[in-house]
């Protein structure tokens, strides 16, 4: 026998023992008992103990499981890094280690006192913990449980318990010799939000090599065909929310990719082909940030972010600004050879940092807050940190609007952009603005490497893998519109998500490729350039 | 807006329609006139360059067009070279050729040709070669692979440098010459080309006064054989060569006639003095 | 006989066609004789040795197929990394057929799709083991793709850095579909393992060295077609092309046309370097169709010289040979080395070592 069919059937034995009437002190006897050589004999204490109900036993099994439950002089006593204690009254000893004596688990106990400790966890006072025990044993039921588990559904006052406990008394129903007894369990299974129910219901429906179903049934697959539709009918609205965000996000994604390039290609007109290196420097920064906390002030780790983002943003407007003024400058009205020269200096920079981080990925920990996510029902959860990068991608667009619309700089770029040689003669110092606006939107690309930090892999070649697509993002959007970037960017992330279910995500972004350069057929100008003498030209 | 482009189209054609028999490649300038613009429109996002333009040339003249800057010039031409597509109206190369209808090198074969305000020529090849590029011939690109220069076709690019005044250049990259000499060897193509009909963009900027004077010379010595389409700033050498002058504003035909007519006209000096 | 030989001489000048003549010679006489030579012989040339050359060789004539594009029509391309590789694909088609039951399933499939558990070939297969067959794809496919793409890019106009940029999504594009497994090239890993070639096993030095002379004799044909073609007013309506292409509309080009021709050609030329390559190097698989291998293409042109054929040939060779020192004498300085010649070319040497050379000759 399997471990776990041990497991099923103590579980069993002592979820019985757990509904009894509680006693409410350890029993001695018992707990003597476990020390007992022979295996039947801790087997048979163990379910004593849960009998009792005494939700102290955790503790006693939790200790034994780590070998931590020992004799001293014939006692039972808890063995810890703190010391001995006597595992019945708890009052602490003295003791020579060399004096202990271990008590043999085996296999077989260890998997008793696993199916204990859950099953006296189904009735601690703590809703939480009740609640994922409750969650373990509907995803692990075995049909011996069902007695058990419908006598715990009586005693239980919390809804969400009870569903969860009537799910998996329902999943066990499903194996019930009786059809009437199916048929009830698929009724109740069909309000579950569980995402297996909806793959144990179609499994009834399967076809069997003999040409019947695995259902005998026809009622029964009547009412699981119903509850498929049903769940599925529930599932339509937060499905398709899920997929509008999960679009949003890698719209997101892209936009903050691309947004550095909305400024130096867009507006600038430098086909920067480095500006995939300035998101790796912002990802980079963010996680040199991050290690530095974790070394000085680890107290203060869920914070890194807040120094990362405009440590990201000046490192890579630095390297940026070095970067103009070096090489760039001596380029301008020569595209192609801009192109080469920077494909060359981001070949430099990627293995600069290979050199200074190592070639392999670097491991960038989200804070705590950005963990976990928020539930929409139907088994779609919407994670904490793709939200986050939504509201970072807002705050950035923010930002940059702020600077090109509100700021000097913005007024001198605008100029300079619409007309150099009048803007010289204004007294506008250009290059500088070329300076500062190229460190701008290097800057920028580098807010965007926190993001990526957030979500994927930090590795040299992280800025390879985007520079393709935040090049697609603005070409499409129409260079020098920084409102086509976003339209462009936020829709090509829903394209992106509403295909994958049909084409898988590698066919997708094909598809979306050629349809980029169809439209770019189209459009030579992009989506929303404007049409006019100067940009014909 | 493309249905009064075809109405309008078809109006036009009916008067010629069968009545003339006309040789493929030729233009039939029967009824006098070489070119028709009729109420052209462009407009740029909202912006009309052109607002409902109609101008007729005629076969041989020489017609100076001028006008304040953002008049439209520059875009009547790109429109009539195939450049832009009008929003609305019709333009026709003599009774018969819908130029609307037309790439800028069909229109180019048809017989028209340019020259931009900028002076282009190919700057890396040699004069001689610019010259021998612009050449009336097959342009297409199997015969551009077999070609070989013949003896009479050497003599007309050696004619036309003489006339150009660029003998002595002849081996010398284009892109090494004075600005008043692009001008010319621009041109020299324009010549190459045989063209019914020759537009001009500013053709005397940045030349001497010597150079301008040439080209007026030129110019009157092509009219007649040639139509003539000249757009330029320069009053004084607008008014050496025209007899007719039309004044563009706001993208549309503000005045015409000859050039004493148009220097009194009252609306003219508004729009050329502001007030 | 007159007529002919003002055809040669108008090609090159009797030193070019010495040149030309001398490594025609070594390719085709000294090296295989060389090969003949047993291995401790101190002139014995190493497998190494000559699937390098080999090797270079094939970049050369991609040089070549740049150039055309880049140096006299002034289109970058970024994305020619992908008609190389469709050559090779195609070749490679072939090659994975002839190399029959004997591969690791001893099935008559190539392993990845007995790992697939498919049980036969998908469609375009079909006729795969031929190899004339093959030698007609290796034509075909780069030109027929080169062909739809240009049309449509051409006729919109599509010029300057917009097409290098769509040239680059094309080959990415085309990279992601490939490195899917169920594509039916092999995924990630591609095709390996060949074993023969028209029945020559391929890892006979015999084969090798016939491999590599008819590599060389296909540089030197492209080499000179190239020549032809940029002598002609061909070249020169493309050099119009380049230098004011709304002028030579005007005078009467149609420029398409002649775009669309010289970037299928070269599109072509590059599918039959990439042909002679895979049968020689003995692998290949999608990561030859990403943007860093098209964009390096671009470098050995401009390393050489824009606009001259013999410069990017050099530079061909300079660069991969660089490239294979230094991948075993400093691996990690590679791309140092490699960014640094992007920028200093592009910023320093406009005209590449060609000019550099024309420069140092006339001070002299």
Known sequence: ?537 | MTQTAEGTASSSGDTVGMAHMVRPGEVDISHGAILYVEGVTVSFDGFKALNKLSLAIDAGELRCIIGPNGAGKTTMMDVITGKTQPDAGTVFFGQTIDLLKMSEPEIAHAGIGRKFQKPTVFESHTVFENLELAMKMDKGVWSSLRYRISAEQRDRIAETLEHIQLESRAGIAAGLLSHGQKQWLEIGMLLMQDPKLLMLDEPVAGMTDAETERTAELFLSLAGRHSLIVVEHDMDFVSSIARKVTVLHEGRVLAEGPMDVIQNDERVIEVYLGR | MGPIVAFFTRLYGPRGWLTLGGFIAVVLFVIPLLRLLPPEHSLHLSDYFVLLIGKIMCYAMVALAMDLIWGYAGILSLGHGLFFALGGYSMGMYLMREIGTEGQYRSHLPDYMVFLDWKEFPWYWAGSEYFWLAVLKVILVPGLLAFVFGWFAFRSRIKGVYFSIITQALTFAFMLLFFRNDTGFGGNNGFTDFKRILGFPLADPVTKTALFMITGLFLVLTLLACRYLVISKLGRVLAAIRDAEGRAMFSGYKTRDYKLFVWTLSAVMCGIAGALYVPQVGIINPSEMSPANSIEMAIWVAVGGRGTLVGPLFGAGLVNGAKSWFTVAFPDFWLYFLGCLFILATLFLPRGAIGLLDRLRRKT
Not at chain 1, 80 to 109: F, M, Q, S, W, Y
Not at chain 1, 172 to 181: D, M, N, T, Y
């Open chain 1, 1 to 537: 026998m399997s471990l776990t069919g041990y497991r099923k059937i103590a579980l069993a034995a002592l979820l019985f023992a757990a509904l009894a009437p509680r006693a409410y002190a350890l029993d001695a006897g018992a707990v003597q008992q476990l020390a007992a050589e022979d295996g039947d004999a801790k087997l048979a204490a163990i379910n004593r103990l849960v009998t009792e109900g005494d939700v102290a036993a955790i503790g006693l099994f939790k200790a034994m499981q780590d070998d931590g439950l020992q004799i001293f002089n014939g006692r039972v006593v808890i063995v810890t890094g703190d010391g001995v204690k006597d595992a019945i009254h708890g009052e602490t000893l003295v003791v020579p280690p060399d004096k202990l004596e271990a008590i043999v688990v085996n296999n077989r106990i260890r998997g008793a006192l696993d199916s204990a400790i859950a099953a006296l966890k189904l009735i601690v006072p703590q809703r939480a913990e009740r609640l994922a025990a409750a969650r373990a044993v509907a995803a692990d039921a075995g049909e011996e449980m069902l007695p058990l588990i419908e006598r715990a559904l009586e005693k239980e006052t919390d809804a969400e318990v009870k569903t969860l406990l009537a799910q998996a008394a329902a999943a066990i129903g499903l194996k019930s010799p009786v059809a009437e007894r199916r048929r009830l369990a698929v009724q109740v299974l069909g309000q579950s939000e569980n995402p297996q129910t909806k793959q144990l219901l179609a499994a009834l429906l399967e076809k069997t090599p003999d040409g019947g179903y695995t259902e005998p049934d026809a009622a029964v697959r009547e009412e699981a065909q119903k509850a498929i539709r049903a769940i599925d009918s529930r599932a339509v609205v937060p499905q398709l929310l899920g997929t509008v965000f999960y679009g949003l996000s890698l719209g997101s994604v892209l936009l903050l990719a691309a947004l550095g390039l909305a400024i130096t290609f867009g507006l600038m007109g430098i086909i920067n082909m480095a500006h995939g290196e300035m998101l790796m420097i912002g990802a980079y920064t963010t996680y040199v940030v991050q290690a530095l906390f974790r070394q000085y002030f680890p107290g203060a780790f869920d914070a890194y972010l807040i120094v990362a983002v405009p440590a990201a943003f000046a490192v890579s407007a630095l390297v940026g600004i070095v970067l103009e003024r070096g090489v760039i400058r001596h380029l301008y009205g020569r595209p192609l050879e801009t192109l080469l020269t920077t494909w060359g200096i981001s070949l430099v920079l990627i293995q600069l940092v290979r050199m200074l981080f190592g070639a392999q990925n670097v491991e960038v920990e989200n804070p705590a807050w950005m963990s976990g996510g928020f539930s929409l029902g139907g088994g779609v959860v919407l994670a904490y940190n793709r939200l986050v990068i939504v509201v970072f991608a807002a705050f950035v667009v923010l930002l940059m609007w702020l600077l090109l619309n509100r700021t000097r700089l913005g007024l001198y770029l605008r100029a300079v952009t619409q007309n150099r040689a009048m803007a010289g003669c204004m007294g506008i110092p250009t290059p500088r603005v070329d300076a500062l606006t190229f460190g701008l939107g290097s800057g920028i690309a580098g807010l965007g490497g926190v993001a990526l930090s957030q979500i994927g892999n930090v590795g040299p070649d992280l800025g390879q893998s985007y520079i393709v697509d935040s090049f697609m993002v603005v070409v499409l959007g129409g260079v020098g519109q920084l409102a086509g970037t976003i339209i462009a960017a936020l829709s090509l992330g829903e394209i992106n998500k509403f295909l994958e279910p049909y084409a898988g995500a590698v066919l997708g972004k094909i598809i979306v490729l050629v349809f980029i350069i169809l439209v770019i057929q189209k459009r030579p100008q992009g989506l929303f350039a404007l049409r006019g003498r100067s940009a014909e030209a």
